[in-house]
């Protein structure tokens, strides 16, 4: 009788049959959204459901498939976060005054200008 090598626990997954992570789909949403509606949590979402969706990629043995969306959901993520930061950068320098219309008007060739000296 000839030895059979199939494993029987496990169905084979047929070819072409993937599946979509849905942290995939998250990730892109939440980081599409981070400029519209959700503009922090938004972005701190996409990071955290692209990265699950990464591993859960990575780890499913080419069943799972998503990986553009979860890269653009990162992508999205970390832009919002960055421009977040910046914005958060000027508002400090204008609230203490050292940039903005009345910091420039104040100093060097702004202002003769400013004060109609010029």
Not at 21 to 49: Q, T
Not at 65 to 85: D, H
């Amino acid at each position: 009788m000839a030895h059979n090598n199939y494993d029987y626990r496990q169905a084979p997954v047929p070819m072409g049959s993937q599946i979509t992570s849905a942290w995939a789909i998250v990730s892109l949403i939440a980081g599409i959204s981070s400029f519209m509606i959700f503009p922090l949590f938004g972005a701190i979402l996409a990071i955290i459901g692209g990265s699950i969706a990464k591993k859960e990629i990575r780890n499913g043995g080419g069943r799972v498939s998503g990986n553009g969306m979860a890269t653009w959901g990162l992508v999205l993520g970390w832009i919002n976060i960055a421009i977040s930061l910046i914005g958060l950068c000027i508002a400090i320098l204008m609230i203490m005054g050292v940039f903005g219309a009345g910091g420039l008007a104040m100093c060097g060739p702004f202002s003769d200008i400013m004060n109609g000296y010029y």
